[in-house]
């Protein structure tokens, strides 16, 4: 697989993709549609975000397949769903809300520009780390084959191993994500966090190296995401539970604009 066409250069912004999911989380606490998601996207994208990031898991703790349905028919910017490809349909015992139809039903479905794939299961309360390529590779394979013909770019949720980024390569898929959670807890705490820096600079480069498109997500704010976004071809961030308290205190669109300061950018 050729390398991405529209890979940027080391001195390019990324881009910052908004991760909704908390908002369905506040509307999912009471029996209503509000706060809506659709909204909310709306806001972010006349704010100058430049993608929308969901991730739909089978109990639709928060994101439900119906809002990627309505947020696929409406938005203007690049859409990423993300989430494990091995889950499975699973009935509905909320009132109000649809049956899970399935990951990969769901991107089969709507076949937004990418979808991220993450090795999480039903009982973790979030995603905390990347595929173990040297287990999963065969069976991601016609998972990231059939992605492909369906137009939808494939990124896997990766950890900053240059070991398991080669493997990547070798599955054919056009990105990783690398999974931030360490980088964000060593910057918070100050421990370690010359040496787990390197590590994700050192991933970056091996991703630039071979051909790979670079994302990142998780734990990210305002504070530590300005170090991280010197990594070198870095594409994309998705940022959610971070951006959701900061849009709490300043206002969803001087949210916005920080992270974008950020990244470089000014909107």
């Known amino acids: 697989m050729q390398t ?53 898991r089978p109990d639709q703790r928060h994101i439900r397949a119906s809002d990627c349905i309505d947020l696929a028919a409406m938005l203007t910017v690049e859409f990423n769903i993300e989430g494990n490809p091995f889950a499975g349909a699973q009935r509905s015992n909320r009132r109000g809300v649809g049956d899970y139809p399935g990951f990969m039903a769901i991107v089969g479905e709507l076949k937004p ?78 421990n370690n966090l010359e040496e787990m820096f390197r590590s994700f600079y050192k991933a970056a480069e091996k991703a630039a190296e071979i051909g790979l498109g670079l994302n990142a997500g998780h734990d990210l704010n305002l504070i530590n995401l300005p170090r991280f976004a010197t990594l070198p071809q870095l594409l994309e961030v998705s940022i959610g539970h971070a951006f959701t308290v900061d849009a709490i205190k300043m206002g969803l669109a001087n949210a916005v604009a920080a992270y974008q300061r950020c990244l470089g950018k000014t909107v």
């Open 4 to 56: 991405e066409p529209s890979m940027q250069t080391a001195t390019s912004a990324a881009a910052l993709s908004i991760n909704l999911n908390k908002i369905a989380l506040i509307r999912n606490s009471r029996d209503t549609e509000y706060p809506s998601v659709v909204e909310h996207a709306q806001l972010c994208i006349d704010a100058g975000a430049d993608g929308i990031t969901v991730h739909p």
């Open 113 to 190: 520009a990418q979808c991220t794939l993450v090795p999480d299961s039903d009982e973790q309360l979030t995603s905390d780390h990347g595929f173990d390529l040297t287990r999963s590779a065969d069976r991601l394979a016609p998972i990231v084959e059939q992605l492909q013909q369906w137009g939808v770019r494939v990124s896997l949720f990766m950890d900053a191993d240059v070991a398991q980024i080669e493997l990547a390569r070798q599955l054919g898929v056009e990105r990783i994500e690398l999974y931030t959670g360490p980088y964000a807890h060593a910057f918070a705490t100050g």
